[in-house]
C-alpha cells in the first residue's frame, strides 16, 4: 500500500517536472500550489490533501452545496438552482466579503465517473439568472476536483481553481488570498469531512 505523504511527495514531483506549480504549504497532509499567471493574469492554484474514508464519501461531501457556508471562507449562503439531470446541476452562492462589496456566483457543476473515483468540473455561469445589484457578479472561475482511491482506506482529493473576484481589489490582497485561501479551505474541508453526518 502507498502511504498518504509518499504518494503525495511523489505526485509534488510529477508536477514540477510537468507543470510551473510552486509549493504555498506543506502541512497536516494538504499541500498547496500556485502556477504561472495565464493570459488574463490571473494565477491558478492547486490544492492536495489526502483524507480518511472512501471517494464516495468525498464526492458527497463536496457536492452537498448547502453545507458550503460550514467550510468555503466567506461563503454566507448558497441555493440550488436547477438539475438538468443525475451528473448535472446549477447553484447560487452568495460571499460576504470583507472591505469590498459582496460577491455572488453562479456555477454548473458536471459529476463523473473515473477508473481511480470520480472528478467534478466547476464551471461558471454568469447569466444563468439575473444579476443581484448587492453583489459583484464573478464571471471568471474553474474548479476541477479529483477523487481517487488510495489504499484500502484512504482518498486523495486534488482541486485546480481559478478566479478573479472582480472590482476594486488591491493585487497585494489578491496575492495573499492566492496563497493562504487554498489551504484554509481544504483545512476546513478535512474537518467538515470528519465530522459529516455526526
Not at 42 to 54: D, E, F, H, Q, Y
Not at 76 to 101: A, C, G, H, I, W
Not at 124 to 139: F, L, N, Q, T, W
Request: glycine share 6%.
Amino acid at each position: 500500500m502507498i502511504k498518504p505523504m509518499a504518494f503525495l511527495l511523489s505526485f509534488a514531483l510529477v508536477l514540477g517536472a510537468s507543470e510551473p506549480w510552486v509549493l504555498t504549504k506543506d502541512k497536516n497532509r494538504i499541500s498547496t500550489y500556485i502556477g504561472n499567471p495565464g493570459q488574463n493574469g490571473l494565477r491558478p492554484t492547486r490544492s492536495v490533501m489526502a483524507v480518511s474514508g472512501s471517494p464516495e464519501m468525498a464526492l458527497k461531501v463536496i457536492l452537498d452545496i448547502a453545507s458550503y457556508p460550514r467550510w468555503i471562507p466567506y461563503c454566507e449562503s448558497t441555493k440550488m438552482l436547477d438539475r438538468p439531470n443525475d451528473s448535472t446541476f446549477f447553484y447560487y452562492q452568495f460571499m460576504d466579503m470583507p472591505l469590498v462589496k459582496n460577491r455572488d456566483l453562479i456555477v454548473k457543476v458536471i459529476s463523473s465517473k473515473i477508473a481511480s473515483g470520480y472528478s467534478i468540473t466547476m464551471r461558471v455561469a454568469p447569466d444563468h439568472i439575473p444579476v443581484d445589484e448587492d453583489a459583484v457578479r464573478i464571471a471568471i472561475f474553474t474548479g476541477d476536483y479529483t477523487i481517487e482511491q488510495q489504499g484500502t482506506d484512504s482518498t486523495l482529493i486534488t482541486f485546480d481553481n481559478m478566479v478573479d473576484p472582480d472590482g476594486l481589489i488591491p493585487d497585494f490582497v489578491l496575492n495573499w488570498a492566492s496563497r493562504s485561501q487554498p489551504f484554509k479551505t481544504f483545512s476546513n474541508l478535512k474537518e467538515h469531512m470528519a465530522n459529516y453526518g455526526k
